[in-house]
């Protein structure tokens, strides 16, 4: 039932509802008026023996201890007041003003104790919401990467479907939570109230989803500034925006309707953007009464923003599976971009699991249950998470001293159609190949949502096939180690990360 839930979420974010749009003033995206305001932060919010932040690192499915590697968490309570917006068809992606709100929302810290170490660089996550609590994916997937380079992580709570769990895990801790719709609900086109058939509060009426987008842009400049109230108290030189599968949807509205809004002294808020699993150039709604734009309005496509967008998608999560057009890798003044997409990989994985979501115990406290599993050695996932390693990485260096990272190459596809195309074995061809898929042993198929307990789905070869393959398993680790150096030295793999992958080829069942 989880599954679904988050599945639903999912595509319901590439969608938006059939209803009348609201007439406001124009907002051209081009030409913003202000600066962005800063929000009031409260916090650090007290831990104690009863009370602790939703989803905190030492409360994770497998807890992490920030002190072994000189960093703290804090959490805060951000609030101010955010702009709603409309898109409005063919209109270059200027978007206009419909109404504002004052919000509460919660935002996570986690930095180097001593920020002497500090890189200057913040990473903000759209924590995802889709399983209808925090999900901090982006944190899985990087937080080796920000704890080496002493990067800080801020996390943002984005969706106000999660508030109702937190609330029934510490009312005392996140009672103030709101992100309201400045509406009546008379006047809504969209959702419903509690109580009302179909509710859901993916859509409700009780919130406006669209407040978002000024939050994230708020807590941005924040840290970014000299103002005393920076929690960091010292000013980030760099903030990217990261997002995971809907998170990565809102990312994907953010880079195309506000960045050129959200600005301080003329410069963008935000440096760079790192999308995981958005799955489509569509984005998410603006705001969560938004009307679908017409199919020919060129604003459906991803434009260029002058700032990097690095985007790494999953065989399930490639744009062509949803007929929608790729965005071209572009490395000029106005439009810098980067896709890869990945062989063999699904959108959700094991590590991603082990230190995105919560603790068992804190998901069954508020309702919710834990979902996991292991792939057996011998026929390992392909981990999307060490190739967005190297990717993030390319993206500090790209945007912070100009260096593109390498291409990749898409996932084939049947000529003509948005069909993946599968080798002999039942791999997909082309796309980014890790090791597993270079040198394979296994059928890793379709691309999946994810995998089922002890990952059924895939099918390891028989021992005839591999003896005729890798007649020794020292021939198979030869390959497969050659096959790992190769992806370190072109930059899609780190150094250590292709160390970590080398030392699975020991455990797989190729005949002495």
Request: charge should be positive.
């Amino acid at each position: 039932m989880r599954l679904m839930a988050i599945l639903g979420g999912v595509l319901l974010s590439a969608l938006v509802c059939a209803a009348p749009a609201v007439a406001g003033k124009p907002k051209p995206g081009g030409n913003p008026s202000t600066d962005v305001p800063l929000p009031t932060l409260k916090g650090p919010i007290p831990v104690t023996s009863v009370s602790h932040p939703w989803n905190g690192a030492a409360w994770q499915n497998t807890p992490i201890n920030l002190a072994k590697y000189g960093f703290v968490e804090e959490e805060y309570l951000a609030s101010g007041k955010a702009n709603v917006y409309n898109w409005l068809p063919n209109n270059n992606y200027n978007v206009n003003v419909t109404g504002s709100a004052n919000y509460t929302t919660r935002v996570m810290i986690r930095r180097p104790k001593n920020m002497r170490h500090f890189s200057g660089r913040v990473v903000v996550e759209i924590i995802n919401m889709s399983a209808g609590y925090d999900w901090t994916a982006m944190w899985g997937a990087l937080w080796e990467s920000i704890v080496a380079n002493n990067d800080v992580y801020v996390g943002i709570t984005s969706k106000p479907n999660v508030f109702d769990g937190m609330i029934r895990f510490d009312a005392n801790r996140y009672s103030t939570l709101s992100m309201p719709n400045p509406l009546p609900a008379a006047q809504q086109t969209c959702g419903r109230l509690p109580g009302e058939g179909g509710y859901s509060s993916n859509l409700s009426k009780l919130y406006e989803n669209g407040l978002a987008y000024d939050i994230f842009s708020q807590v941005a400049a924040l840290v970014k500034s000299k103002d005393k109230t920076n929690p960091l108290a010292k000013p980030a030189k760099y903030a990217y925006l990261a997002g995971e599968s809907q998170s990565g949807n809102y990312l994907i509205t953010y880079y195309k309707y506000i960045h050129n809004l959200a600005t301080v002294k003329g410069k963008p808020v935000f440096d760079g953007y790192i999308a995981e699993a958005s799955i489509s150039p569509l984005g998410a709604p603006i705001n969560q009464c938004a009307t679908a734009l017409p199919a020919n309005d060129p604003q459906l496509a991803v434009p260029g923003r002058g700032v990097p967008l690095v985007m790494i998608n999953s065989q399930w999560d490639i744009w062509p599976a949803r007929n929608n057009p790729r965005k071209p890798d572009s490395n000029t003044k106005t439009d810098k971009s980067r896709t890869w997409e990945l062989a063999g990989s699904n959108h959700g994985w094991r590590f991603q699991y082990l230190f995105s979501d919560a603790a068992a115990a804190d998901l069954v406290k508020i309702g919710f249950s834990e979902y996991n599993w292991s792939c057996p050695a011998e026929t390992p996932e392909v981990p999307l998470y060490m190739a967005e390693k190297a990717l993030y990485r390319h993206l500090i260096k790209w945007a912070e001293k100009g260096k593109a990272p390498p291409t990749a190459q898409p996932i084939e596809l049947s000529p003509g159609t948005n069909t993946i195309v599968y080798d002999a074995d039942g791999n997909a061809k082309g796309g980014l190949r890790l090791p597993m898929l270079t040198v394979p042993t296994t059928t890793y198929g379709v691309g999946r949502y994810v995998l089922s307990e002890n990952c059924s789905e895939y099918k390891l070869w028989s021992a005839d096939k591999l003896k005729a393959l890798y007649p020794t398993h020292l021939d198979y680790t030869k390959k497969y180690g050659k096959a790992t150096s190769d992806l370190v030295k072109k930059g899609y793999l780190l150094k250590e990360d292709g160390a970590a992958l080398f030392k699975q080829a020991g455990s797989a069942k190729i005949p002495q």
